[in-house]
């Protein structure tokens, strides 16, 4: 079935840092690729998506492209800053015929900057 | 800005007590999900709802989850029998489907069974 993985955390980073956080994915048919953010005892927050092959997603300096020849949506930002400590999840939606449009979430990474 | 919303914020029960769980989706979205996360670990799928009925439901959702739409702006998902192992937070979203298939998350509710 269809899956995300992540480069497993906790990633820590000085302030200014540059970030890339890895997810690959397996699908059938051509998903939709998301990162959501989890700050400390807070719900899911969409950070940016993609929807196509090589569609650019950004938002808040965060960038990722949708890679199809790599199976690849790789979380970028230039430079970090201690409020973005959080938890990135990488997830995938509809990659075949299936109607719901459930999300499929990696494990989660854990980003920690220091100031 | 529109948003989900979720009652309670925390919930502890009992083993074996019934347990339902509250979320009002965005307005105009016509998909609505819950997921659940248990403490550390990822956020897995329980269920999906449109057009009045289940779409798809996972493993986890077995015959002691149900979900309901009561009143056209609640999506209610109830336990009936809690397990130690239901601890978890538990997430409502709602989304408009293709051609997106984005989805807005509420805040959670932390369900705690002692």
């Known amino acids: 079935g269809d899956s995300v993985t992540q480069m497993e955390g906790p990633v820590t980073l000085s302030e200014e840092a540059f970030l890339t956080i890895n997810c690959t994915y397996t699908?059938?048919?051509?998903?939709?690729l998301f990162w959501y953010v989890q700050y400390p005892g807070e719900g899911l927050q969409l950070l940016l998506k993609?929807?196509?092959?090589?569609d650019k997603g950004s938002n808040k300096g965060f960038e990722a492209t949708y890679r199809k020849e790599t199976t690849s949506f790789h979380l970028e930002k230039g430079s970090v800053q201690v409020s973005d400590s959080a938890v990135y999840f990488c997830?995938?939606?509809?990659?075949?015929?299936?109607?719901?449009?459930?999300?499929?979430f990696g494990s989660g990474t854990r980003l920690l900057v220091r100031p | 800005e529109p948003e989900v919303t979720q009652t309670p914020s925390h919930q502890v029960t009992q083993m074996g007590q019934e347990v339902i769980l509250r979320c009002v989706p965005i307005?105009?979205?016509?998909?609505f999900y819950w997921y659940r996360q248990i403490l550390g670990q990822k956020v897995e799928f329980l269920v999906s709802?449109?057009?009045?009925?289940?779409?798809?439901k996972s493993e986890i959702f077995d015959d002691q989850f149900s979900v309901e739409r009561p009143d056209g702006s609640n999506f209610t998902l109830k336990i009936r029998s809690t397990k130690l192992e239901d601890s978890a937070m538990y997430f409502c979203?709602?989304?408009?489907?293709?051609?997106?298939?984005?989805?807005?998350f509420g805040p959670g509710t932390r369900l705690t069974v002692l």
């Open positions: 709802f449109y057009n009045n009925e289940i779409s798809e």
């Open positions: 993609a929807t196509k092959a090589d």
């Open positions: 699908a059938t048919g051509y998903p939709s």
């Open positions: 307005s105009n979205h016509l998909y």
């Open positions: 997830a995938l939606s509809g990659g075949g015929m299936d109607s719901s449009y459930k999300l499929i």
């Open positions: 979203a709602s989304g408009r489907g293709a051609p997106y298939n984005e989805q807005f």
